[in-house]
């Protein structure tokens, strides 16, 4: 069994190492696979969605040994929460582990339904674009047309009901 400084060491070391993923996927999402570069450009055969998708899971790793390490400086934090809204003597103030635990699984539940919550109400307001992509409005566009006929069916400028 490790020892809690060296796990504490370890979980420090993961925690900026996930940090400096984070800061270095979203850098090259930013400026080197920048919005709309799509599948026009890679970088070492990764797309702007694969680099997202590793941005994604760098986030729910750093998250989980975030928690690790709250957990393991648990007692630290209610203590000093606890003095900094403390008023009158500067005596360290008792939290019984009980109160401390049913604290923290209250933060976390808080932080999940926030984070559900954002979620949720960012997806019901989401809009269409009113951009059409797929191989049909593709080929459409595409063919020479001199006929000044109007087009029946779907058509990139002139879509059908």
Not at 26 to 41: A, E, T
Not at 122 to 146: C, L, Y
Request: net charge positive.
């Amino acid at each position: 069994m490790l020892k809690r400084n060296t796990l504490n060491f370890l979980l420090d070391v993961a925690l900026a190492l996930a940090m400096l993923g984070l800061l270095g996927t979203g850098l090259v999402m930013r400026f080197v696979l920048p919005p709309g570069s799509g599948r026009q450009r890679l970088l070492w055969g990764w797309g702007r969605h694969d680099w997202g998708d590793l941005h994604y899971w760098l986030v729910l790793f750093f998250l989980l040994v975030l928690i690790v390490h709250l957990a393991m400086h648990w007692r630290w934090a209610c203590v000093t929460t606890a003095k900094l809204f403390r008023r009158g003597s500067g005596a360290t103030p008792k939290l019984k582990p009980l109160a401390g635990n049913l604290i923290g699984v209250a933060v976390l539940l808080v932080i999940t339904g926030l984070s559900y919550g954002f979620v949720r109400f960012a997806n019901q307001q989401t809009t269409a674009t009113g951009h059409s992509t797929g191989s049909q409005v593709q080929s459409q566009t595409h063919e020479p047309n001199h006929d000044t006929r109007p087009r029946m069916g779907r058509h990139r400028n002139n879509p059908a009901p």
